[in-house]
């Protein structure tokens, strides 16, 4: 099957692509690269979703599947990218980088129903969501700040998610002041 170029990719089947083409693995392997990689920050991606969207990247002939025995270890599926899986994973990042996305947030969707809270209970909300805004910015920090072996790529992502985080921080401060809530205390 050719690519055909008009085919787009999810995030989640760009980042398992670009996680085999890096180096053959089985899902748990993959699991455990985004794991290591901090990916979960920014893309929403559980264990069993892992194994979904590689079944389907198999059925678009981006990736292949061999079993593999080792030892009296159950049998494991790995996963290789195809040529056609390269192509697509080099236009997707093409895409990617070039092309805006729209936000879909968590928030929005919360302030979009929060005419049902009272204004105090809807400012409570917020003045939480602060905190953890601030506690994930500090901890986002650190992990640039002590992780000395990472590299360009890996703190790119990082500062970006910190740069996107102390816009959030703002815009909650902003917020709050327009409520007449009093945040010099958090």
Do not use: C, H
């Amino acid at each position: 099957m050719v690519f055909k170029m008009a085919q787009i990719l999810s995030n989640l089947e760009v980042i398992l692509l670009y996680i085999v083409n890096e180096k053959p693995s089985y899902a748990y392997e993959i699991n455990k690269v985004i794991d290591y990689r901090n990916i979960r920050m920014w893309v929403r991606v559980g264990l069993a979703s892992i194994y979904q969207v590689l079944k389907r990247l198999e059925r678009k002939k981006l990736v292949y599947s061999q079993e593999e025995k080792e030892g009296k270890m159950p049998d494991r599926t790995r996963y290789y990218i195809t040529k056609s899986g390269k192509e697509a994973l080099k236009e997707a990042s093409k895409r990617l980088l070039s092309n805006i996305e729209w936000y879909y947030l968590d928030l929005n969707v919360g302030l979009e129903a929060s005419d049902i809270l009272t204004s105090r209970e809807a400012a409570k909300s917020l003045v939480g969501r602060l905190k953890k805004v601030k506690s994930n910015i500090k901890r986002m920090k650190e992990i640039v700040a002590y992780d000395s072996d990472a590299g360009f790529k890996k703190k790119a992502l990082i500062k970006n998610l910190i740069y996107m985080r102390e816009s959030e921080e703002a815009f909650l401060q902003e917020i709050l002041r327009d409520m007449s809530i009093d945040i010099s205390s958090n």
